[in-house]
């Protein structure tokens, strides 16, 4: 992770984003009750985790964490029981990880400059960038960090760690465009870490270095942007439009809210989570990379 400006404390960055909610949107009339399940996945008594930055879930309701030790890659049922591990010798440093429409995986090797696609069982599928060789080209990355794909199979990469930029691909790995620079203006980027898509196809950007989501169409086109969800390190968007942001960096823990209109609907605390992921219940899954650990939460 790149740390070119000092984080605020954490009770002051808490603090003042609470207020800029309350300025935006009026107080929070709900507050989302979760509950830390404990002794959840189940591992052996020698493992260790690496920084965990990203989570994913299959469509069989299958967890994937993706964490910097070897192998980078566990997979876990709902239960939490381990169920295979993959990846092994393949990652630099672990980062990007997210179930695509069609039940593949994009991956993101933030340090090794490369965008992987991956079967749920660890086959290789696609693979772009030249590793350990960075870029701001067609064909190179520099410290990509997340995927999203479009429902026609288009992905867009937030290739943000050394490059401020969105870079757009066609499903069989076609360069088709690029944007962004580095600045705090619509349409520019301070790290673009995470990215995700809503219903509509409109494409959010979580602009972390600038606190802020900025939402495009899929040509790029500047369409909005917020700040009511802290510094954006990860976003997921469930089908019926609920956002869900993971704030590592200002330890606010996950903020929920509606994809349609920015309305903050309450909080997960207990967590200091880079990734986030939803299952279909309902259910949170946060990957930690300070606590090095992936947590669950439910609805009581």
Same mark, same amino acid.
């Given at each position: ?32 009750? @979760? ?28 967890? @994937? ?18 169920? &295979? ?56 990355? &520099? ?20 490059? &401020?930029?969105?870079? %757009? ?74 956002? @869900? ?5 200002? %330890? ?30 309902? &259910? ?11 947590? %669950?939460?439910? %609805?009581?």
């Amino acid at each position: 992770m790149r740390a070119q400006r000092p984080v605020p404390l954490c009770v002051a960055a808490t603090v003042a984003l609470l207020a800029t909610v309350a300025v935006q949107h009026g107080p929070l009339t709900a507050q989302s009750s @979760y509950r830390l399940v404990d002794d959840w996945p189940h591992l052996p008594d020698d493992f260790e985790w690496g920084q965990l930055p990203n989570v994913t879930i299959d469509h069989d309701g299958n967890i @994937y964490a993706f964490h910097r030790a070897e192998p980078p890659v566990l997979k876990f049922s709902p239960e939490g029981a381990l169920l &295979n591990t993959w990846g092994a010798g393949m990652m630099v440093r672990a980062h990007g990880f997210r179930i695509t429409p069609d039940g593949n995986i994009f991956a993101t090797d933030q340090r090794g400059h490369r965008v992987y696609k991956f079967s749920t069982a660890g086959a290789l599928l696609l693979a772009l960038g030249e590793t350990g060789v960075p870029g701001e080209d067609a064909e190179h990355f &520099n410290g990509p960090a997340d995927v999203a794909v479009a429902p026609n199979g288009d992905f867009f990469v937030a290739d943000g760690h050394g490059n &401020n930029r969105i870079v %757009k691909f066609a499903a069989d790995g076609t360069f088709i465009t690029a944007w962004g620079t580095e600045g705090s203006a619509p349409g520019e980027f301070d790290l673009p870490h995470t990215v995700a898509f809503d219903s509509q196809g409109r494409l959010f950007v979580g602009d972390r270095g600038n606190h802020r989501i900025q939402i495009f169409d899929q040509n790029g086109t500047f369409i909005d942007q917020w700040t009511q969800f802290g510094w954006p390190s990860g976003i997921y968007i469930s089908p019926d439009d609920t956002i @869900y942001v993971a704030d590592y960096q200002s %330890k606010l823990g996950i903020t929920i809210g509606s994809a349609q209109d920015g309305t903050v609907t309450g909080f997960i605390e207990g967590t200091e989570p880079e990734g986030v992921v939803v299952d279909a219940m309902g &259910n949170v899954y946060a990957g930690e990379v300070g606590g090095r650990m992936l947590k %669950k939460f439910v %609805k009581p």
